[in-house]
């Protein structure tokens, strides 16, 4: 009978096992996966395990075979090509690096790109001025409620850094430093873009004149308002009702999610979306490219500012049909 899924830690665990006699070098080579990546590859690891015991199949020593097939029943069930591709990843994790350099798999995954070509999840972004006109209609921030002060602070936080979200419920009050002109938060913690060698991000706020609008400002008042409440919680962001524990990036979404609609963003963009539309509208204003990387947490040599998040704002869909008659 074949064993259930045994979770994405227990898998890969098994795949080391199965190659590595060292007990004290198995459990740093498992170290090397994240969580992160683990959450990521467990709906593949799951699909996977459950393919592989259909058809008796060894899921740590598949043939090329056997990997197209499932690759194709997945396919077939209407799975995306990044979905595809991370599967890829997944299983290479647990078999060797074998499928990501096969020919074969290859010509496939070309394949899954002409039958059911990628796009990018938007074509266009939102203006930001949206949501600052609409925080902006707000009552003054020494007066905002927990509730309301939090959602603006995270929005805040996201549109003048362009950093994701899971970087903000890592921020801790002890890495933030105060200047004349500008605060600056560090983040020691490992995120999804941390590399040996590579920077941790530091977030730099710069008093803006607009006190409405301005990310520093409303961070002071934060956590001024928050210090009789937050006990031993030394994370920044804290929950809204009792107990006020640190809240996770799921709550800063919802959030966030909360002040895009309410500035009247059309629902399908995501709160990630608030990093295509702060990207791409500091470029508009005149922001160097290097300028841009470097706040967001890209590398310089990156392309994925503009593969990815470089959009124009969403614009008035007849608006090319009416010029064209008017200019007849």
């Known amino acids: 009978m074949a064993q259930p899924f045994p979770g994405s830690r227990e898998v890969v665990r098994q795949a080391i096992a199965r190659t590595c006699s060292s007990t004290s070098a198995a459990s740093i080579l498992l170290a090397a996966t994240r969580e992160s990546t683990l959450k990521t590859y467990s709906s593949s690891f799951r699909a996977w395990w459950g393919f592989c015991a259909k058809e008796a199949i060894d899921p ?4 090329t075979d056997q990997f197209l097939d499932f690759l194709a029943a997945e396919f077939q069930r209407g799975v995306a090509y990044s979905t595809l591709n991370c599967t890829r990843s997944a299983i290479s994790l647990i ?4 499928f990501l350099e096969c020919k074969q798999v290859s010509r496939f995954f070309r394949g899954v790109s002409n039958l059911r070509p990628a796009a990018p999840k938007y074509n266009s972004t939102w203006d930001p001025q949206l949501v600052l006109n609409f925080l902006r209609t707000q009552p003054h921030t020494d007066t905002l409620s927990l509730e309301d002060l939090s959602k603006k602070l ?5 549109l003048t850094t362009g950093h994701r979200l899971q970087t903000f419920s890592l921020i801790r009050l002890q890495n933030i430093f105060f200047a004349e002109d500008h605060l600056s938060i560090s983040i020691p913690d490992r995120i999804k873009t941390s590399r040996h060698g590579r920077a941790q991000p530091l977030l730099i706020l710069p008093f803006f004149p607009d006190q409405a609008v301005c990310a520093a400002r409303t961070l002071q008042r934060y956590v001024k ?9 030394d994370r920044l962001f804290i929950a809204i009702n009792k107990p006020h524990h640190p809240v996770s990036t799921q709550t800063l979404s919802r959030w966030v999610r909360s002040i895009l609609l309410d500035s009247g963003i059309n629902e399908r963009f995501t709160p990630h979306s608030t990093r295509h539309a702060s990207t791409s509208a500091a470029q508009r204003g005149g922001a160097s490219a290097n300028a841009i990387l470097q706040a967001a947490g890209w590398t310089p040599s990156s392309c994925v500012f503009a593969d990815f998040y470089q959009r124009p704002v969403m614009g008035d869909p007849l608006e090319f049909a009416h010029a064209a008659l008017r200019g007849g």
Not at 60 to 63: D, E, G, K, R, S
Not at 95 to 98: D, F, P, Q, R, V
Not at 154 to 158: E, G, K, M, R, Y
């Open 95 to 98: 078999t060797g690096s074998k």
């Open 60 to 63: 740590f020593a598949p043939t």
């Open 225 to 233: 308002l928050t210090e009789p409440i937050r006990g031993s919680a």
């Open 154 to 158: 995270i929005t805040l936080l996201a």
